[in-house]
């Protein structure tokens, strides 16, 4: 497991041939996003060779929290694609009890060669075998990235 912030990720690689399937665990919710956010920056750059020249806030609602993690990763990707830029350090706030709302700050930089060290280039986050649950204290989920 790989930790960000206090949250901790893992690409399992034994789930998907052409995909990247992550395992994700967070204190909370918000952390558990948080996390996510990391290793989706990770999948793409080496986060600590992204210059932070961006920032945003990203606004979202859904009526599943699973739905909600989707469409924030999904939301990521859209802004790599769109703009060229990956979001390194993020502050998510999840609230709600269906539909759930997220408001989340984005700090990161221009996805580009000349100065980050560049990975993966994810084309959509998949439903197949997304979960998001509560167990004991933590959250834990899983979600699989098309590459």
Known sequence: MITAGVGQYRFAEDVTLADWAVDLEGRDLDDLFRTAAAALAALMVDPATVRLTAERTVELEAGALDLLLHDWLSELIFLKDRDREVFTEVEPEVSGSGPYRLVA??????????????????????????SLDRIGDAWRARVVIDT
Not at 107 to 125: F, M, N, Q, W
């Open 105 to 130: 700050r984005l700090r990161g930089g221009a996805l580009d060669a000349r100065h980050a060290a560049l990975g993966a280039d994810p084309k959509a986050v998949t439903l197949h075998q997304l």
